[in-house]
């Protein structure tokens, strides 16, 4: 196969830096062009929900020698169009040889004609910060990773938060409610208001509306609902979009020349046996390592373990593997208690595990999971043992 001589980039975020990235660690010398519908350079998410908005750091460039990679990067210029060979932005034409797209996701919002804000971009964290002053009431729409840990920053800064959650417990949509409840008493002990089973109507101009009728008023609303892939500019392309932009286990989509990666791509898990979307930070940082080899020649599959963590109430919460289709839920040590483990398994296989405070059972699930090892869920439950311990052999 002859190289491509035109590659663009869709999208400069994580996952988009590290396509171009990859792409240049790999030898590609010929024209790269990187297309930004913000007009910072790329800079990375996670800090925005922790360590900026505690006032911690400011700024979360990711590259700001950026012009070291030979990158045409035009930011500023979103994506409008795909037709053929050529990606139109608000204000060119760009022609391809190879395309990848990695546009991420953008939040859900609720009806409603009140101020409503969102956490996604640095601008809308630099702006949030500002407002969240002692004494101010903020309302939280959604008790997610993202809402849990915007509430922990504004307790933090003294300020007065209630969570509505619609579920019957925080982090019900990422974990399910088995696991999500054992995080609900970290929002009363942090002075958090969070109430569960509470259906927002609309966001109103002094609070929020709930579908009971009642009324909450607050000073400041925030929602994290989730998000939803940013892929409308593909609408008539030719590229499938299922659950985000459908592509196969070489992260090809359904165009030649096409790939997708990050928040936006949804990819043919091998491991899972499924098509499968993450937003996962750990996933933008490496799956563009495989596009960028198949672009250039490859034929790799990208098989990951998925791996996901968030800080929240003074905790360090980890997630590894995909549970969607597990059996069977183990505990191992005390959910109430500040060190614990969920760990779901398949049959006798351990298919994922979330850990609280505990690193090293992390990455032990990690090996068993990318082995595919058969576990013993007594000693799995069992703390005093070490997780790999309950391995079984042959
Ligand atoms: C506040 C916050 C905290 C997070 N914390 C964690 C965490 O603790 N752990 C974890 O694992 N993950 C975390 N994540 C998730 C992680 O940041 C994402 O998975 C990661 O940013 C995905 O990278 P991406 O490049 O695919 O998408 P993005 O980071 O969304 O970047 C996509 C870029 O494409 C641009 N774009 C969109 N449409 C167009 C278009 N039409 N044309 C041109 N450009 C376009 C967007 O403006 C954006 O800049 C967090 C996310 C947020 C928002």
Known sequence: MTEPGKIVVVGAGLAGLRAAEELRARGYDGALTLIGAERRLPYDRPPLSKKLLTGDIDDTSLRPDIESLAVDVRLGEPAVELRGRIVRTSAAEYEWDALVLATGAVPVRLPGDGPQRVLRTADDALALRESLQPGVRLVIVGAGWIGAELATAATARGVVVTVLEAANAPLAAALGVEAGQATAAWYASAGVDLRLRQSVAAIRADGVALASGDFLAADVVVTAVGVRPAVSWLAGSGVRLENGIAADAQLRTSVPGVFAVGDCASFWSRRYQR????????????????????????????????????????????????????????????????????????????????????PRDLLQARRLIEAGSRVDPGKLADPGLALRDSAMHG
């Open 275 to 358: 098509q499968l979307r993450f937003e996962h930070w750990d996933i933008a940082l490496h799956a563009p390592e495989v596009a960028a080899a198949n672009i250039l020649g490859g034929s790799t599959e990208y098989n990951p373990v998925p791996y996901f963590w968030s800080e929240q109430f003074g905790r360090m919460v980890q997630y590894v593997g995909w549970h969607g289709a597990a059996q069977r839920l183990i505990w191992r040590g005390d959910p109430a208690g500040a060190k614990w483990a969920a760990c779901w398994l398949v049959g006798d296989r351990l298919v994922a595990a979330l850990t609280v405070g505990l």
